[in-house]
């Protein structure tokens, strides 16, 4: 069973779309004037919650350290690659311009509060069950990023973009 033209249009363009993303984000330029910068923040915001719950850590740069435990928040750590993915879907997807692109402020939004407890949980697990540290980081929370994504994603679809796709501006 062939495609409709506007699945095809959609597939293209979210294609096209995560293609350039990822692109950008990863020029020189852009990871060392808004990437870097970004994940220190979030560094420094997880870091805050670890410490508002009784942790006790520093944060310095991407570093967050306890006495007895360090997680250094990379690349790949800072939750951009699921907010480029939900962000080129909601681009890509058939509605009002301004329903995608709230939407996909607000994914973004959504998955970087996500990614703060991530950061926080992974610190945690590191320092309280350092043999499961590895596992969380790679499979669990990765998979779990990506879900949510997709989730947002289909939520987003059903509830805003949907009734209004057909008033595309």
Request: hydrophobic share 60%.
């Amino acid at each position: 069973m062939p495609l409709a033209p506007r699945q095809t249009r959609f597939l293209i363009t979210f294609a096209l779309l995560l293609t350039a993303f990822y692109a950008i984000v990863t020029l020189d330029t852009v990871d060392t004037h808004v990437v870097v910068p970004f994940t220190r923040g979030l560094s420094a915001v997880s870091g805050a919650l670890l410490n508002a719950i009784g942790q006790h850590v520093n944060v310095i740069g991407t570093v967050i350290a306890g006495p007895q435990f360090a997680v250094d928040v990379r690349g790949g750590c800072n939750g951009l690659e699921a907010v480029v993915f939900v962000a080129a879907a909601m681009l890509s997807f058939a509605a009002p311009w301004r329903t995608r692109i709230v939407g996909a402020i607000a994914a973004a939004l959504i998955l970087e509060a996500i990614n703060v407890v991530r950061v926080a949980s992974l610190y945690l697990i590191g320092l309280y069950h350092r043999s499961l540290f590895e596992t969380f980081h790679l499979a669990i929370w990765q998979t779990v990023m990506f879900a949510i994504a997709v989730l947002l994603f289909v939520i987003w679809v059903s509830k805003f973009a949907a009734p209004n796709a057909a008033t595309r501006t």
